[in-house]
């Protein structure tokens, strides 16, 4: 008898201890309004302004020809306002064909992209006097410029694998002698006078003569890899933080991973679990997709020009620029570039600089070789095949001082060789002082 009553006992006690269970399950509230709005706190990173397609995509030369001479602007500045009223001129009587043997006028302007522009994208970007063009879908790097006797311009888009082309005409007669004005004035000092290469594929212009520019050491400001962190991450808070002691680089990461390099200044950021459900990104959708996500976080934080577009990778790429010439650092990640990588909707893969310039506080003179020179030591050196040499430009070495807590921009002489931009081997410029 007592040994049932002792059962019935138990029994009552686990049924209460069920109900009390249930009932606070029924009543519980977890506390989200909190934890969505620590997630979903807007933070930004210093940029300036931000960016739209056409002030990102801008041409790395614009060369008049006259009578087998080569000039091109003297300053950036030129070269942009040129391009930018470009940007307002109006494309007529568009046609696509199959490319014949081009013989270069001797009156024209050659504009030259860093990189591949799908025709589609151009389409978007400048003004076309018919509305229903069905651009065609292979991408261009140069287009031409001829002058006629009635005051119209012809222009002409050449593929990048030379089997197409397109041709419209500018028929506006301001236009047209806002350009003939300049290419009958070459010898102003908007002007210098450039060289030409000729690898077999393409002609290479480089400002001839010698050159002279700054080193500049630069005073920056670092951005902290927690508002890196509150940016791509959706919840901040259950993101674990660790320091690898052997090399110096701290990793965020949830399912997602950000590494930050040991001096803070450079961002690699990796999510290995997007998944594309969507419909494939279009070339237009895919550039507008990046710029639009950089400008949410205030990213722009220099100089940027687009300097890659594949569509194929779902890969954007733009390059620092300082005082109108492209900057390069062999650091990884890069910090003279911003990458993005996307799979559909997601950011799959975002590398970029941790730091604003702010100001130069030390200058000293460099001397570069001329580029006839330049030229005759890249073509006779035994590392370097003529046939692989695809593009050359003058720029700046970007390099971290640490014990000046400063950023070095050098000037140098750069080369893109087997697709990969890269210093020379043998040494071009000569420090001649400073203060």
């Known amino acids: 008898m007592k040994l049932e009553t002792a059962k019935s006992f138990i029994l009552i006690i686990l049924i209460g201890t069920s109900l009390i269970l249930t009932f606070g399950m029924w009543n519980y509230q977890p506390d989200v309004g909190t934890l969505r709005e620590e997630s979903f706190e807007e933070v930004e990173l210093g940029g300036t302004k931000e960016e739209t397609r056409r002030s990102l995509i801008q041409p790395s030369e614009i060369i008049f020809k006259s009578n087998e001479s080569f000039y091109g602007f003297s300053s950036s500045q030129n070269r942009e306002g040129m391009y930018v009223d470009m940007q307002s001129w109006t494309f007529a009587d568009f046609t696509t064909r199959v490319a014949d043997e081009r013989n270069p006028d001797n009156d024209e302007v050659e504009v030259i992209f860093p990189d591949a522009i799908p025709m589609e994208l151009f389409g978007s ?241 460099f001397d570069l070789i001329p580029a006839e020179n330049f030229i005759a030591n890249l073509l006779k050196h035994p590392d370097y095949d003529r046939e692989m040499i695809e593009d050359i430009k003058l720029g700046y070495r970007l390099r971290l001082s640490i014990e000046k807590n400063a950023i070095e921009l050098e000037p140098a002489w750069y080369i893109k060789y087997k697709g990969t931009w890269q210093a020379p081997v043998f040494n071009e410029t000569i420090q001649k002082g400073g203060d």
Request: aromatic share 12%; charged share 20%; hydrophobic share 30%.
């Open 125 to 365: 970007m400048m003004s076309f006097k018919d509305d229903d063009i069905l651009f065609p879908e292979w991408s261009f790097e140069r287009l031409y410029i001829t002058f006629t006797d009635t005051a119209s311009m012809g222009i002409e888009f050449v593929s990048m694998n030379g089997n197409e082309k397109a041709t419209a005409t500018v028929n506006n007669p301001n236009d047209y002698e806002q350009m003939w004005s300049l290419m009958t004035n070459l010898e102003a000092d908007i002007f210098r006078e450039y060289t030409v290469m000729d690898t077999g594929e393409k002609d290479i212009y480089i400002p001839s003569g010698e050159i002279e520019l700054n080193k500049e050491t630069m005073r920056f400001t670092g951005i902290s890899p927690s508002d890196m962190r509150d940016i791509l991450f959706p919840n901040p808070s259950v993101v674990m933080q660790s320091t690898t002691p052997q090399s110096g680089l701290t990793y965020f990461t949830d399912s997602r991973q950000m590494r930050i390099t040991d001096n803070n200044l450079g961002m690699e950021y990796v999510n290995p679990f997007t998944e594309n459900t969507d419909p494939p990104l279009t070339v237009d959708s895919l550039l507008e997709r990046s710029i639009a996500n950089i400008n949410d976080h205030g990213g722009w934080t220099g100089d940027f020009q687009l300097t890659e577009l594949n569509i194929y990778q779902n890969l954007v790429k733009y390059r620092l620029h300082y005082n109108g010439y492209p900057t390069f650092n062999n650091g990884y990640p890069d910090l003279s570039v911003i990458e993005q990588k996307w799979n559909s909707q997601q950011l799959e893969e975002y590398r970029r600089p941790l730091f604003l310039i702010d100001r130069s506080f030390q200058q000293s003179t």
